[in-house]
T-cell receptor, first 112, second 113 residues
Framework: KQEVTQIPAALSVPEGENLVLNCSFT??????LQWFRQDPGKGLTSLLL?????REQTSGRLNASLDKSSGRSTLYIAASQPGDSATYLC???????????FGTGTRLTIIP | NAGVTQTPKFQVLKTGQSMTLQCAQD?????MSWYRQDPGMGLRLIHY???????DQGEVPNGYNVSRSTTEDFPLRLLSAAPSQTSVYFC????????????FGPGTRLTVT
C-alpha cells in the first residue's frame, strides 16, 4: 500500500527566504506526483504536476523535483512572501489503479 | 468555465438522515472522485469514476453511494448519516486519470449530530 509522508508538519520562515518542502513515498511505481496548495477553509489548488518520466517542473517561484528511485520529491519556493502561507500537500498516482494517495501536508507560515 | 462546483457549502444532519452532496464539472473531464478530509488523516478517497456509467470504490467507501449517469455530474449519497461522517468533502476531476492535473471543488463541510 502506498504511503506518502510530509515532514515537517509545520514550518515558519521569515519573508524573503528560500525554502524546501519534502514529500516521500514508499512505492516508486507511480504515474505522477502532484503538489497542491490549500488555504484555510478552501479547496485544493494544483501547483505543479510531475510525470514519472520527468525530473522537475517549474512555475514562477516554484520548482518541484522528483526522484522516483528514492521515493522523494521536493517543492522549492524562492523568495517567500506572506501570501505563500498555506498548507502544501503532495499526492502520488500509482500504476495499476486510479487512485491518488495524499500526504498529510506541511503548514507553511511566512513571517512578514 | 466554472470548474468544479459543489453544493451545499455547509450542511448539518441528524444521525440516520440521508442526503446527497452534489458535484458538477464543465470541463468535459472523464475522471471524477470524492475525498473526505479529516484532521490528522489527510485526504482519503471515497469513490471514483473513470467515465459515465463506471464507478469504483476508494479507500473509505462504507456508508456512501455514487452514480455517474452523465460526464458532468457525480453525486455522493450518504445513506444513513453517522457522526463518524462529520468531515469536509471534496470533489475532484481530471481529463483522464493518468498524467493530468486534478482540479478540486471548494468543499462541503458536513456535521452529523
Amino acid at each position: 500500500k502506498q504511503e506518502v509522508t510530509q515532514i515537517p508538519a509545520a514550518l515558519s520562515v521569515p519573508e524573503g527566504e528560500n525554502l524546501v518542502l519534502n514529500c516521500s513515498f514508499t512505492d516508486s511505481a507511480i504515474y505522477n506526483l502532484q503538489w497542491f496548495r490549500q488555504d484555510p477553509g478552501k479547496g485544493l489548488t494544483s501547483l505543479l504536476l510531475i510525470q514519472s518520466s520527468q525530473r522537475e517542473q517549474t512555475s514562477g517561484r516554484l520548482n518541484a523535483s522528483l526522484d522516483k528511485s528514492s521515493g522523494r520529491s521536493t517543492l522549492y519556493i524562492a523568495a517567500s512572501q506572506p501570501g505563500d502561507s498555506a498548507t502544501y500537500l503532495c499526492a502520488v498516482l500509482n500504476f495499476g489503479n486510479e487512485k491518488l494517495t495524499f500526504g498529510t501536508g506541511t503548514r507553511l507560515t511566512i513571517i512578514p | 468555465n466554472a470548474g468544479v462546483t459543489q453544493t451545499p457549502k455547509f450542511q448539518v444532519l441528524k444521525t440516520g438522515q440521508s442526503m446527497t452532496l452534489q458535484c458538477a464539472q464543465d470541463m468535459n473531464h472523464e475522471y471524477m472522485s470524492w475525498y473526505r478530509q479529516d484532521p490528522g488523516m489527510g485526504l482519503r478517497l471515497i469513490h471514483y469514476s473513470v467515465g459515465a456509467g463506471i464507478t469504483d470504490q476508494g479507500e473509505v467507501p462504507n456508508g456512501y453511494n455514487v452514480s455517474r449517469s452523465t460526464t458532468e455530474d457525480f453525486p455522493l449519497r450518504l445513506l444513513s448519516a453517522a457522526p463518524s461522517q462529520t468531515s469536509v468533502y471534496f470533489c475532484a476531476s481530471s481529463y483522464q486519470v493518468d498524467n493530468y492535473e486534478q482540479y478540486f471543488g471548494p468543499g462541503t463541510r458536513l456535521t452529523v449530530t
